[in-house]
């Protein structure tokens, strides 16, 4: 009975909203987005989006990586002038190589849970090599575009700086991360390409030192428990220039160092404005995807929303489980 009385009241309520058509059809208002003078541009560090938008299609795929704690897959493509260097094994990359990565967002197939799908482009990053150009950063110039194809906030060359604090922990690999699945080229998976030596981890690669918990700035001090007297923090390029995207991606590597030192770990900028933490809970174990036991670790570092007049730095938190070791 229930749907006799339902079917004429949709009728109705249809009729209302196709004569007031209009009114409903009428989108919610998106919230104005504001930007700073180097946000919401179509090009960054001479890089402009546009010129590189079919990379997917007319570049070559280069390896697929997935950042297990938040669920972003990313697709990294090759020109054909980098993709060429990559796979000879030289890092003598020439003039006009270039890289694209896509970070993609990921949730459960509604049609068969356990399989994530993509759900949505993040971002986009370029790699662009010119010796001349972008001398500060040996040789690469770097440009990040939101989903839409255009820039964030802030100063593209500090940004620049900040990308190339953390792709010079691979000097070896001319200043690139990826390596080549090589999938369809007829070729067998090179396993060692893929996974580095122990000697060559990204681990091993930062440098921490404990300082007192008292030099921190007062705004990490405060997200912090009360107890803790000594932190370790990360040393050299990244400290010293860094932007949010930093904070977010070396939280894995933070947390490494946690689980090693056992003690709170943190990278803080040097101006003390932007930092990443991690600490041990009170609650200690906490169980992995592979049914292993691990360690409970918050996350506390500093966001900025996007699109807001005047954006205020915020302190978030995270939870998430990272294996003993
Ligand atoms: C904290 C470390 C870190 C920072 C900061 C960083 N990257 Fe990367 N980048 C990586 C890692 C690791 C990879 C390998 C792929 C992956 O894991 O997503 C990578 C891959 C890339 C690639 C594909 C080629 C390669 O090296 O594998 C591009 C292009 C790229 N990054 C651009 C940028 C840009 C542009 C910025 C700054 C806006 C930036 N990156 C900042 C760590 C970083």
């Given at each position: 009975?229930?749907?006799?009385?339902?079917?004429?009241?949709?009728?109705?309520?249809?009729?209302?909203?196709?004569?007031?058509?209009?009114a409903?059809?009428?989108?919610?208002?998106?919230?104005?987005?504001?930007?700073?003078?180097?946000?919401?541009?179509?090009?960054?560090?001479?890089?402009?989006?546009?010129?590189?938008?079919?990379?997917?299609?007319?570049?070559?795929?280069?390896?697929?990586?997935?950042?297990?704690?938040?669920?972003?897959?990313?697709?990294?493509?090759?020109?054909?002038?980098?993709?060429?260097?990559?796979?000879?094994?030289?890092?003598?990359?020439?003039?006009?190589?270039?890289?694209?990565?896509?970070?993609?967002?990921?949730?459960?197939?509604?049609?068969?849970?356990?399989?994530?799908?993509?759900?949505?482009?993040?971002?986009?990053?370029?790699?662009?090599?010119?010796?001349?150009?972008?001398?500060?950063?040996?040789?690469?110039?770097?440009?990040?575009?939101?989903?839409?194809?255009?820039?964030?906030?802030?100063?593209?060359?500090?940004?620049?700086?900040?990308?190339?604090?953390?792709?010079?922990?691979?000097?070896?690999?001319?200043?690139?991360?990826?390596?080549?699945?090589?999938?369809?080229?007829?070729l067998?998976?090179?396993?060692?390409?893929?996974?580095?030596?122990?000697?060559?981890?990204?681990?091993s690669?930062?440098?921490?030192?404990?300082?007192?918990?008292?030099?921190?700035?007062?705004k990490?001090?405060?997200?912090?428990?009360?107890?803790?007297?000594?932190?370790?923090l990360?040393?050299?390029?990244m400290?010293?220039?860094?932007?949010?995207?930093?904070?977010?991606?070396?939280r894995?590597?933070?947390?490494?160092?946690?689980?090693?030192?056992?003690?709170?770990?943190?990278?803080v900028?040097?101006?003390?404005?932007?930092?990443?933490?991690?600490?041990?809970?009170?609650?200690?174990?906490?169980?992995?995807p592979?049914?292993?036991?691990?360690?409970?670790?918050?996350?506390?570092?500093?966001?900025?929303?996007?699109?807001?007049?005047?954006?205020?730095?915020?302190?978030?938190?995270?939870?998430?489980?990272?294996?003993?070791?």
């Amino acid at each position: 009975m229930r749907s006799a009385i339902k079917k004429p009241f949709i009728a109705a309520a249809l009729t209302l909203a196709l004569l007031c058509g209009y009114a409903v059809a009428e989108q919610p208002k998106q919230p104005e987005m504001h930007h700073d003078q180097f946000g919401g541009l179509d090009s960054m560090n001479g890089m402009k989006f546009k010129d590189y938008s079919d990379f997917a299609t007319k570049w070559n795929f280069v390896t697929v990586r997935y950042r297990k704690d938040t669920g972003e897959m990313r697709l990294t493509y090759a020109n054909d002038a980098a993709m060429k260097t990559l796979i000879s094994g030289s890092i003598d990359y020439p003039k006009g190589a270039m890289f694209a990565k896509i970070g993609l967002m990921t949730q459960d197939d509604p049609g068969f849970v356990s399989s994530l799908v993509p759900s949505g482009a993040q971002r986009y990053q370029l790699m662009l090599l010119d010796k001349e150009k972008f001398k500060d950063t040996d040789g690469w110039g770097y440009a990040l575009f939101d989903e839409t194809g255009k820039t964030f906030d802030g100063d593209p060359k500090e940004k620049a700086e900040a990308c190339h604090a953390c792709h010079k922990m691979v000097p070896e690999r001319g200043y690139v991360f990826s390596q080549p699945v090589k999938l369809n080229m007829g070729l067998p998976f090179n396993i060692k390409m893929q996974i580095a030596t122990p000697e060559k981890t990204i681990a091993s690669r930062v440098v921490f030192e404990t300082v007192k918990a008292e030099t921190l700035p007062e705004k990490l001090k405060k997200a912090m428990p009360p107890e803790f007297t000594e932190i370790r923090l990360l040393r050299g390029d990244m400290e010293k220039s860094l932007f949010y995207g930093t904070i977010d991606e070396i939280r894995p590597t933070l947390a490494v160092e946690l689980v090693r030192s056992n003690l709170p770990t943190a990278l803080v900028g040097k101006d003390g404005k932007l930092f990443s933490a991690v600490i041990k809970t009170k609650q200690p174990e906490c169980e992995l995807p592979d049914g292993k036991k691990g360690i409970q670790v918050r996350g506390i570092f500093t966001d900025v929303p996007r699109g807001e007049k005047n954006p205020k730095i915020f302190v978030r938190d995270i939870m998430f489980c990272e294996p003993k070791s």
